[in-house]
């Protein structure tokens, strides 16, 4: 080696060594798996679609529209029934010591990946036990007609009606692709479970081990088709209690924590050593009520629910005053918000009158779930609950406070247990049809996304007819009035949009905090 060589060997050597870091991000939960289709929740977005995984398309939040990924180009029929994907060439599937790919990313994949989630005569539609959440409340099986290989490269997906949602719906962490050669071993050897606990996918990082209530562990892709992490490696520490997650940022031992408490958030912005990074969130906190149990099933028990709880009060205490009120399903800066809608207002006098008009003079006795840890869309569990049962109790309503692990929450509560519910939603791209389908549908009552649990026709079409309809204006008046039938019937008790927050060592550069709950490391480093 020459001496000018040498030179530059020295200059380059501190650069690569920092890029070579770990980071370690400190996460508030578990996630229920790595199969992500089976699932519905932030954390396992988060832990397996989000870094991972690839999706046909993406949805830039930045320029709001949705830009190529594995595809790197697409066109649609003039009657919108059909649409035809070119993958990029040479994208490799992750290699692992428990699978080798022998071939690249091609049609067979992304046909797979469907058919397992639309067909139920596919070999693998059954594996998951709880069925294809997301798949089913966006009425995939009722709207794709067919998924064809065109040729190695090509695949064409064929609607049996239009829908102007559907590129964008393919954004979302369920329509990730999975390898067909991978799933074809897990077949044969009868060991389909390992699809869920070993993943692999095209992701800008690969799967190396997971401990429950400890951490997940993954390596940067060296052979990523896009730009290649500049990680040395990724660890999501898991830390349910925010507080702690905030120590343990101090402390060194994490250089981001998600989904600190508003309290910490302040205490951050005075550190030198630290930054807050924040956007306003596309999500909405609420109680979900259970539509189907009595009395939660009266529209004037819902009415009182909502009129006897002290919102204000929630706000301050549980957000520190870092989220604005909800009154309807998703932020008003999203175009179709129904900004001539009245919220009900704090009002525990008439929330006992329309009580007593239901039958319910005396109150009753109801339960609430509640997470154990706080996010983002519920910074203090505990302390929002307990506001809900001391603002219910002056009106008569005896309210029980049920904390349940998350991954057991989800579950239960997907299978329609709950009575009174603390929930919150993020959607994924902007769309007011990523809150409306998944959470007021009746397909949405079947998948179990539909917390509120409830079906009615006439809403269920003004979602519908909004989806197909490529008319934005017409979209729009559908949107309307389902936001007006949604709060006449007081499904939710709408409580929060929060901003979004993470919380970082003054060395990570290239992160930032998405609107939607999605996480993205693939250009973050540490100085």
């Given at each position: 080696?020459?001496?000018?060589?040498?030179?530059?060997?020295?200059?380059?050597?501190?650069?690569?060594?920092?890029?070579?870091?770990?980071?370690?991000?400190?996460?508030?939960?578990?996630?229920?798996?790595?199969?992500?289709?089976?699932?519905?929740?932030?954390?396992?977005?988060?832990?397996?679609?989000d870094?991972?995984?690839?999706?046909?398309?993406?949805?830039?939040?930045?320029?709001?529209?949705?830009?190529?990924?594995?595809?790197?180009?697409?066109?649609?029929s003039?009657?919108?029934?059909?649409?035809?994907?070119?993958?990029?060439?040479?994208?490799?599937?992750?290699?692992?010591?428990?699978?080798?790919?022998?071939?690249?990313?091609?049609?067979?994949?992304?046909?797979?990946?469907?058919?397992?989630?639309?067909?139920?005569?596919?070999?693998?539609?059954?594996?998951?036990?709880?069925?294809?959440?997301?798949?089913?409340?966006?009425?995939?099986?009722?709207?794709?007609?067919?998924?064809?290989?065109?040729?190695?490269?090509?695949?064409?997906?064929?609607?049996?009606?239009?829908?102007?949602?559907?590129?964008?719906?393919?954004?979302?962490?369920f329509?990730?692709?999975?390898?067909?050669?991978?799933?074809?071993?897990?077949?044969?050897?009868?060991?389909?479970?390992?699809?869920?606990?070993?993943?692999?996918?095209?992701?800008?990082?690969?799967?190396r081990?997971?401990?429950?209530?400890?951490?997940?562990?993954?390596?940067?892709?060296?052979?990523?088709?896009?730009?290649?992490?500049?990680?040395?490696?990724l660890?999501?520490a898991?830390?349910?209690?925010?507080?702690?997650?905030?120590?343990k940022?101090?402390?060194?031992?994490?250089?981001?924590a998600?989904?600190?408490?508003?309290?910490?958030?302040?205490?951050?912005?005075?550190?030198?050593?630290?930054?807050?990074?924040?956007?306003?969130?596309?999500?909405?906190?609420?109680?979900?009520?259970?539509?189907?149990?009595?009395?939660?099933?009266?529209?004037?028990?819902?009415?009182?629910?909502?009129?006897a709880?002290?919102?204000?009060?929630?706000?301050?205490?549980v957000?520190?005053?870092?989220?604005?009120?909800?009154?309807?399903?998703?932020?008003?800066?999203?175009?179709?918000?129904?900004?001539?809608?009245?919220?009900?207002?704090?009002?525990?006098?008439?929330?006992?009158?329309?009580?007593?008009?239901?039958?319910?003079?005396?109150?009753?006795?109801?339960?609430?779930?509640?997470?154990?840890?706080?996010?983002t869309?519920?910074?203090?569990?505990?302390?929002?609950?307990?506001?809900?049962?001391?603002?219910?109790?002056?009106?008569?309503?005896?309210?029980?406070?049920?904390?349940?692990?998350w991954?057991?929450?989800i579950?239960?509560?997907?299978?329609?247990?709950?009575?009174?519910?603390?929930?919150?939603?993020?959607?994924?791209?902007?769309?007011?049809?990523?809150?409306?389908?998944?959470?007021?549908?009746c397909?949405?009552?079947?998948?179990?996304?539909?917390?509120?649990r409830?079906?009615?026709?006439?809403?269920?079409?003004?979602?519908?007819?909004?989806?197909?309809?490529s008319?934005?204006?017409?979209?729009?008046?559908?949107?309307?009035?389902a936001?007006?039938?949604i709060?006449?019937?007081?499904?939710?008790l709408?409580?929060?949009?929060?901003?979004a927050?993470?919380?970082?060592?003054?060395?990570?550069?290239?992160?930032?905090?998405?609107?939607?709950?999605?996480v993205?490391?693939?250009?973050?480093?540490?100085?």
């Amino acid at each position: 080696m020459n001496k000018q060589m040498m030179l530059l060997a020295l200059c380059l050597a501190p650069t690569l060594a920092l890029a070579a870091r770990p980071l370690t991000v400190c996460t508030d939960a578990n996630p229920e798996g790595f199969d992500v289709v089976q699932y519905n929740s932030l954390v396992t977005t988060n832990a397996s679609a989000d870094v991972l995984m690839n999706r046909l398309v993406e949805y830039d939040a930045i320029g709001r529209k949705v830009v190529p990924g594995l595809a790197a180009s697409w066109q649609v029929s003039d009657d919108g029934l059909s649409y035809t994907f070119k993958l990029r060439p040479n994208v490799a599937f992750h290699a692992t010591d428990y699978f080798k790919p022998g071939r690249k990313l091609n049609a067979d994949d992304v046909v797979f990946t469907f058919e397992r989630m639309l067909n139920p005569g596919h070999a693998w539609y059954k594996t998951a036990p709880n069925g294809y959440p997301h798949a089913q409340a966006m009425q995939f099986p009722k709207l794709i007609k067919a998924v064809q290989k065109v040729d190695a490269s090509t695949v064409r997906f064929e609607l049996n009606y239009p829908e102007a949602t559907f590129l964008s719906s393919l954004t979302m962490g369920f329509a990730s692709i999975y390898s067909a050669e991978y799933a074809g071993q897990l077949l044969a050897a009868g060991r389909q479970a390992d699809l869920n606990s070993k993943p692999i996918g095209t992701g800008p990082f690969v799967f190396r081990g997971f401990q429950k209530d400890a951490v997940v562990r993954y390596a940067p892709n060296a052979g990523y088709w896009g730009a290649k992490p500049r990680v040395g490696a990724l660890i999501y520490a898991i830390t349910p209690d925010a507080a702690v997650r905030a120590q343990k940022l101090r402390a060194g031992e994490c250089q981001l924590a998600l989904s600190p408490k508003p309290q910490d958030v302040q205490t951050a912005k005075a550190d030198p050593k630290l930054q807050v990074l924040q956007t306003p969130a596309f999500m909405t906190a609420f109680v979900a009520f259970n539509s189907q149990k009595k009395p939660l099933n009266s529209p004037l028990v819902r009415q009182a629910l909502n009129l006897a709880f002290d919102k204000n009060s929630y706000l301050k205490t549980v957000f520190d005053n870092t989220a604005i009120a909800a009154d309807l399903p998703y932020p008003p800066n999203t175009w179709s918000y129904n900004k001539g809608e009245k919220p009900y207002a704090y009002d525990p006098a008439r929330a006992k009158k329309l009580l007593a008009q239901a039958g319910y003079p005396d109150g009753f006795e109801t339960t609430v779930w509640v997470r154990p840890s706080g996010s983002t869309l519920n910074p203090n569990p505990k302390a929002g609950a307990e506001l809900l049962q001391s603002d219910l109790a002056k009106i008569g309503v005896k309210v029980q406070i049920k904390v349940i692990e998350w991954g057991e929450l989800i579950k239960r509560a997907k299978a329609g247990e709950h009575e009174l519910l603390f929930m919150g939603w993020a959607g994924d791209n902007g769309d007011p049809d990523n809150f409306l389908t998944p959470q007021f549908s009746c397909s949405a009552v079947q998948s179990g996304t539909n917390f509120a649990r409830y079906c009615d026709a006439k809403l269920d079409k003004l979602i519908s007819d909004g989806k197909k309809s490529s008319d934005f204006a017409q979209r729009a008046k559908l949107y309307l009035a389902a936001q007006k039938l949604i709060q006449e019937q007081a499904l939710w008790l709408p409580l929060a949009h929060p901003t979004a927050y993470a919380l970082a060592s003054k060395s990570l550069s290239g992160y930032a905090v998405s609107p939607f709950g999605r996480v993205d490391f693939g250009r973050a480093h540490l100085n």
